[in-house]
């Protein structure tokens, strides 16, 4: 296994990635991929701490407006 991170093998392997996805797609998957982390470790972060979402999760619920509906008559034959 200490093996598999050699030069050889990661320049082999970048050129099969630039090969799959092409120049303009690599750096669209760099940025999602730091995104990504990005948010992972923010989320890490604040674990503890509750979310917006749970915070409504716990409020009362309010029920939606209803909207008037028109009945419309259809003459008897």
Request: hydrophobic share 40%.
């Amino acid at each position: 296994m200490g093996d598999l991170f050699q030069p050889s093998h990661l320049l082999v392997l970048g050129i099969v990635v630039f090969l799959l996805f092409g120049a303009k797609r690599l750096p669209e998957l760099g940025k999602g991929l730091g995104e990504g982390l990005k948010g992972f470790k923010d989320g890490i972060k604040n674990a503890g701490e509750p979310t917006p979402m749970a915070q409504q999760q716990n409020a009362a619920p309010v029920p939606p407006k209803a909207e008037p509906v028109e009945q419309k008559q259809t003459p008897v034959a």
